[in-house]
């Protein structure tokens, strides 16, 4: 079992960034594959940014690749999603997830099994 609470999230102007953390208790942190997911009002949760439990791969959503980055400090058991040129469609509640069994990262909500509880991030014009 493990425990995710996600901060960072807020408004924030198009153009801006925001960096959102994913804090992990529990389990040992760095066996974990992690990844980040989101969801707008009426749509369904979607896959955003993923990064290995181990060599640090990671795999982005064309919808922000070259503008989010995904890390994580085994150390601090965290992982992190920095979002930069924020857009009106990023708008979203955004989740932290960590995937215990995948040989790969993966991008389907599915394959993961714990999840934190959300954090808002909202993009105004």
């Known amino acids: 079992q493990v425990q995710l609470v996600e901060s960072g999230g807020g408004l924030v102007q198009a153009g801006g960034s925001l960096r959102l953390s994913c804090a992990a208790s529990g389990r040992t942190f760095k066996n974990y594959h992690m990844g980040w997911f989101r969801q707008a009002p009426g749509q369904e949760r979607e896959f955003v940014a993923a990064?290995?439990?181990?060599?640090?791969?990671?795999r982005y959503a064309d919808s922000v690749k070259g503008r989010f980055t995904i890390s994580r400090d085994n150390a601090k058991n965290t992982v992190y999603l920095q979002m930069n040129s924020l857009k009106q469609e990023d708008t979203a509640v955004y989740y932290c997830?960590?995937?215990?069994?995948?040989?790969?990262?993966?991008?389907?909500?599915?394959?993961?099994?714990?999840w934190g509880q959300g954090t808002q991030v909202t993009v105004s014009s």
């Open positions: 990064i290995s439990r181990s060599d640090g791969y990671t």
């Open positions: 997830a960590a995937d215990y069994l995948g040989v790969t990262i993966a991008t389907m909500a599915a394959e993961y099994d714990y």
